[in-house]
């Protein structure tokens, strides 16, 4: 059995995998998108007996897409979606190529099992696969943390049947009547209109029809800040 690994072994083990994922293992390119030397970036990687500092960590963190505590420990937790370092192309309008792309964690709700949504913040470890939609259709996504939901079972009929996947904006919880949001009825996760009325919060379907007043343990979770029909 392989002896586990000391704490800097393990963050030497989580930036590597991060610098291939998102740099294609080209540690230069991390090091001038972190504002690091070169040769402190090179040491971090294949030779640091120490974690970095503050300064340098929370530059690493910020440049990789993760906190500074995913480095630190590994916390599998949603985090400011992806930017991908290398765009998957994406037909938007006439023949037209989406030059960035966000790659956002995909989850489904297993209710009433145990369901990724129950946690106050889903762990990445738990997402199903990955969506990729153009950067230009979430304005806050460098601040924001962005989660995907597969429209099946229950949350297909709430959605009306269409199918797909919804992007949720996990840090926008505001209650409008005029958007769709994604939140918990007491029992499941669903996706419609909310809204504040002096009886309690009033949901309805994704068309704003069938209103029914939550129970108090009701929960708005976040936004829909994007709609990917199915294939």
Partial sequence: MPAPRTPVEAFRKRLNDLLLERFEGKYTVLAKRAGIPISSMQHYIHFSKHIPGGEHLARLAQACGVTSDFLLSGAQTVRPADLLSKPIPVAQGAGQEVERQLSVPLFRCTCPKECAFAEDVPPVAKARSRVVIPTDM???????????????????????????????????????????????????????RVKQTEGGMLAADWNGQSPVVLPKTAKVLGRVVALLTAP
């Fill in 138 to 192: 979430v304005s806050k996504h460098n601040f924001h943390r962005l989660i995907g939901v597969l429209l099946d079972g229950h949350l297909k009929t709430a959605a009306g049947g269409e199918g797909g996947r919804i992007v949720i904006d996990w840090d926008t919880r505001t209650l409008d009547w005029e958007h769709r949001l994604f939140y918990f009825d007491g029992t499941k996760h669903m996706v419609g």
